[in-house]
């Protein structure tokens, strides 16, 4: 059978890109931190673009965390403050991924600050994406671009369209039928 002449066979192509994908399920494990003010979130994936971990910013795992301060009223001592105690969303995804991270890619929904590059350069990720660089210019943020600078690590920033984000909204809005 020639299959040109039938109308069942034609080309198709994804709306997402890898990049654009594991970039939204980044955004998608942001969305699971409590943080009042800042949520990030962070996927880590291997060189055949599976997932090997995910994280997202919060208090320490197995601490009551009734007890720990969600404000950053800097004038308050740092014990009083979420500083003392949030776990960044690279450091947790790092500290519970059961996989070796070695050659990875780290997509993030914010550029890393350098206690997380400090991680990130230690495990030997391979490349940074990020979506947001808001804190650009500051000294932490210089610091992280100078250490994955000088541990051969790759960083680029990637927004996702704003065509794609009402298309997904569009499919999870069909999906569940309240479209
Ligand atoms: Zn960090």
Redesign the pocket.
Known sequence: MNTSDNSNYFQVESKLSWDEYFMLQAMMASFKSKDPATKVGSVFVDQNNRQLTMGYNGFISGIDETKLPWGKDKSQPLEHQKYGYVV?S??NAILHSPRNLGGSKCYVTLF??H??AKLLASVKVSEVIFLSDKHKETESNTIAKRIFDLAGIKYKQLTPSKELIQSLNDHLLNLTNIL
């Open positions: 960044h690279e450091a890393p600050c206690e997380c």
